[in-house]
């Protein structure tokens, strides 16, 4: 593998898996958040009316308390939403790496296995698929002789 520095053009290593894989995590997240959400609305909504179902008037002060509280976790929510997409996108992206360094490699590495002076085939250790070093490696023994 080369040790060239990456740029920011090569920040995606395969970029039609890497952005497939990131667009899986995006969309979870937004099932997930849209659900959470829906809690939260769902929630106001029984209480307002468990509120009117014990006779609590509709210009009573606690429903303004109750307004206003809404508004706080919508804030809340808000903030914790864009902080969650950021931690999600930032391990998506180490984790489409981990993937889709290894699937690179074994591209390369297999285009070039022709050659008998190629070097044994390694991944890094925290590289997912690993256990496929050994295998590539008895492949090109036996291609080889």
Known sequence: MSTKKRQLKNLL??????MKLLSYFVALFFVTTISFYSLIL???????????????PPKHVFFDFIGHQKNDI?????????????????????????????IHKLKNYLSQIISK??????????DFLVELSPIINNLKKRIQS
């Open 13 to 18: 290593i395969e970029p039609k898996f890497q």
């Open 42 to 56: 769902l929630f106001f909504y029984r209480l307002n009316q468990k509120a009117l179902s014990v006779g609590i």
């Open 74 to 102: 919508d804030l809340m929510f808000i903030g914790l939403t864009v902080l969650n997409l950021i931690f999600l996108l930032g391990v998506g992206f180490v984790i489409s790496h981990r993937i889709a360094g290894p």
């Open 117 to 126: 002076d190629s070097p044994d085939f390694k991944l890094r250790k925290n």
